[in-house]
């Protein structure tokens, strides 16, 4: 019998990268004497923002004998694939590659992921789609791997982390952008951190439950930029997906935005909009982890401030541990938003996916 | 039928200094008394430190020495156009003007003073940054509130000088002219962290809510993915503080350490606390291994510890979204203020773009602030 969420498309999943030794045919000679010059293919290159041994990465039954929750597809396949049977899954590698310090190094290792990705997951299994994970903190890099990796269809999306070096609405990242819009690709952004800087302005929090928590401000933050620095005026077919974002943080923020635009908009005279209707346009989110309100109402009323019926797509964010059973998606949501949310909106989001 | 604050004063046109009468004499929760010169507060600095102002002065973690990073749209930082004083100085810093637009013309019945003077809470020179405590605190009572006693003093401290803040805490303890501590949001490292504990402790034994008005220069970016460029960035980064405040407030056990202790968010919007506390709640059931000493969810240390003021209120796309905001954070931990004089201060008339419940009114208009103040 068919799962209720057949046919839906999933728009986050992680596969994860092993170990480094897993990534060395598919990084470039130079890169591969390199990694083993000093050892990395020792260490796997974990980001910080994402310890695999947190709870809340691995959820209990998706966790494997061996490596990391993720590191296979035959478990993905029997854990998500195979029992939900989405029409597609994006894959969003999560990786230190993107914090290296080393401009050519993070490019080395990103070009590496992509070749794994397409010969390891994408090749071995037709439903898979991924995204291009590129070194953030080098747009002209960056940019460059957006080109080599474009022509493969199956990447549908350019992947960076909601907190860098600089702001992401900054105008030095313009390149990524510009190649991400020439080829029809939105622009991943995934909750993490590169520490660059104290997870807010008031340093370092104690706890990972804190870091966790606050991926919303960082994310608020990383919106604010975008939207403030015209990059969507710009860019004007960029579209944004916010991944593993939270959603209910999201109508408080645009409220405050919007009135800061309307008193201080002389600061930035490119934008002729309200925020909140250029992110409307522009900006979508997965659904895990819902940060549901507790009573149904609450739900309802939510969903209606964000004013829109085409924001959220479809995600289980596998293996991440935010649902039990298949119970992917929140409680009381209207039938028909949450055919939007698993097949519709996807499908208006990724151009690729509907041409493949 | 629900009157509101508007429609109780319709000759506000042409009469604008009778709607004192028909008023709610409201507790105005933020209000802003400036200095006319840094000279002012020589009198309550010693020689030494007297000197130090003039010649080395206040040392704060941000590239320009004299004003914000991020200039404001109106002169002297972001005030209102209207409140300058006629005889010179800045708005804020003449008391029967205050009084004229503020205190009399709304009949406020009591102001509380966040003197954002004197550079003290963010003073890296933590010896000046304690003098600069006391010295602002004696002026806030020879300037403002002996003058006008509905104004009520909030005690400044710096918290990286914690012997010398706990003394001033303790010293202005009993002295019902100061109501609050403030503390400034932004600082070296999460306010929830231990090494603050003693403070935070002073101010719940002393029976001092501690206020954290928005700002503070702690020298981290702004934001966790680095300094933003604009004012249009950096206003609303400031909610963004106010939010991984609470988060660590909550996550490092501060409410089950210090049971006794309230927190006044003021500056910082409310509109997102349902949000950051369902938030809280739904990662805290996977991770609560991490922080045993949370015996309950976060979100009941939210509703029991902390309170918000109005200004800068949030306006929903749909005004009505305003009443459920209210609802689910409790109008009983709601207080008004206007943030007099800057430029984006709220008017008590038309903050609220939907008539609220008079019992609400009561209490986010005067009741809440009167019981967490012990004011009469």
């Excluded at chain 2, 309550?44 to 991020?70: A, D, V």
Aim: aromatic content about 8%; charged content about 20%; glycine content about 6%.
């Amino acid at each position: 019998m068919d799962h209720p969420l057949n046919g839906s498309i999933d728009c986050d999943i992680h596969p994860a990268v092993p170990n480094t030794r897993a990534l060395l045919p598919h990084l470039e000679p130079y890169w591969r004497e390199h990694v083993l010059r000093r050892g990395l293919e020792r260490e796997n290159l974990e980001l910080s923002a994402y310890p695999v041994t947190a709870p809340i990465n691995g959820r209990p039954d998706w966790q494997l004998p061996s490596g990391p929750p993720g590191s296979t597809l035959a478990a993905l396949q029997a854990h998500v694939l195979d029992r939900m049977q989405p029409r597609f899954a994006i894959c969003n590698v999560l990786h230190g590659a993107q914090a290296m310090f080393s401009e050519d190094l993070s490019a080395g290792l990103c070009r590496g992921i992509n070749n794994w990705l397409a010969a390891e997951w994408l090749d071995r299994d037709p439903r898979l789609r991924a995204s291009i994970v590129v070194p953030v903190h080098s747009a002209d890099l960056a940019a460059e791997e957006i080109e080599r990796m474009a022509p493969d269809r199956r990447f549908v999306q350019v992947l960076m982390l909601a907190m860098a070096e600089l702001p992401l609405g900054r105008r030095q990242t313009w390149p990524i952008y510009r190649a991400a819009e020439k080829h029809g690709l939105p622009i991943g952004i995934h909750a993490g951190s590169t520490f660059r800087h104290p997870p807010s302005a008031i340093g370092w929090p104690s706890y990972y439950l804190e870091d966790y928590v606050s991926q919303a401000q960082g994310f608020a933050a990383a919106l604010n930029s975008l939207v403030t620095e015209g990059v969507f005026v710009k860019f004007p077919a960029l579209k944004v997906v916010l991944i593993e974002s939270g959603v209910t943080w999201l109508p408080a923020s645009l409220w405050r935005l919007d009135k800061t635009w309307r008193g201080v908009r002389s600061e930035v005279p490119w934008l002729e909009t309200l925020p909140t209707e250029v992110v409307r346009e522009h900006v979508r989110l997965t659904l895990q982890p819902f940060d549901a309100p507790p009573t149904e109402p609450q739900l309802l009323a939510i969903l209606e401030q964000l004013g829109s019926d085409g924001m959220l797509l479809f995600s289980t964010d596998y293996p991440h541990w935010h649902f039990d059973g298949d119970d992917a998606l929140p409680a009381g949501l209207p039938a028909d938003l949450a055919r939007r949310i698993c097949i519709d909106n996807p499908l208006e989001t990724y151009p690729r996916l509907a041409q493949n | 039928m629900n009157v509101t604050v508007l429609d109780r004063s319709p000759d506000r046109a042409t009469q604008p200094e009778r709607s004192a009468q028909s008023h709610l004499g409201f507790i105005d929760c933020d209000v802003h008394p400036y200095v006319k010169s840094a000279e002012d507060f020589d009198p309550f600095l010693s020689q030494r430190w007297q000197e130090h102002r003039r010649t080395i002065g206040n040392r704060s973690r941000q590239g320009l020495g004299k004003m914000p990073m991020y200039p404001r749209i109106s002169p002297g930082s972001g005030m209102r156009m209207d409140s300058w004083p006629k005889a010179g100085g800045l708005p804020g810093s003449d008391l029967p003007m205050m009084q004229e637009q503020l205190l009399d013309l709304f009949d406020v019945a009591y102001g509380l003073l966040a003197p954002l003077v004197g550079g003290a809470g963010g003073e890296r020179n933590v010896d000046f940054g304690a003098a600069m405590s006391t010295a602002v605190n004696e002026w806030q009572l020879a300037h403002w509130c002996d003058p006008d006693p509905r104004l009520k003093g909030a005690v400044q401290i710096n918290i990286e000088h914690p012997e010398a803040a706990i003394a001033e805490i303790e010293k202005r303890a009993g002295d019902r002219r100061f109501v609050q501590v403030n503390i400034p949001p932004r600082g070296l490292e999460p306010l929830g962290r231990r090494r603050y504990w003693p403070i935070l402790e002073a101010c719940a034994a002393n029976d001092f809510p501690v206020s954290l008005h928005l700002g503070g220069t702690s020298g981290h970016a702004s934001t966790g993915g680095g300094w933003p460029s604009f004012y249009h960035e950096e206003h609303p980064s400031y909610v963004q503080t106010m939010q991984t405040l609470v988060t660590s407030l909550v996550c490092e056990g501060v409410f089950e350490n210090i049971p006794n202790l309230k927190v006044v968010l003021v500056e910082g919007g409310f509109a997102w606390l349902p949000a950051l506390s369902w938030r809280l709640d739904k990662h805290w059931k996977h991770l609560k291994a991490e922080v045993p000493h949370l015996k309950r969810a976060p979100s009941e240390y939210v509703r029991e510890h902390i309170w918000v003021t109005t200004q800068p209120i949030e306006e929903p796309e749909r005004p009505a979204d305003m009443a459920s905001i209210l609802e689910w954070i409790g109008p009983e931990r709601v207080m008004f203020s206007t943030d007099y004089p800057h430029w984006d201060q709220d008017d008590p008339r038309y903050a609220f773009k939907i008539p609220l419940p008079d019992d609400w009114k009561r209490m986010i208009y005067r009741d809440n602030a009167r019981a967490l103040y012990h004011l009469d």
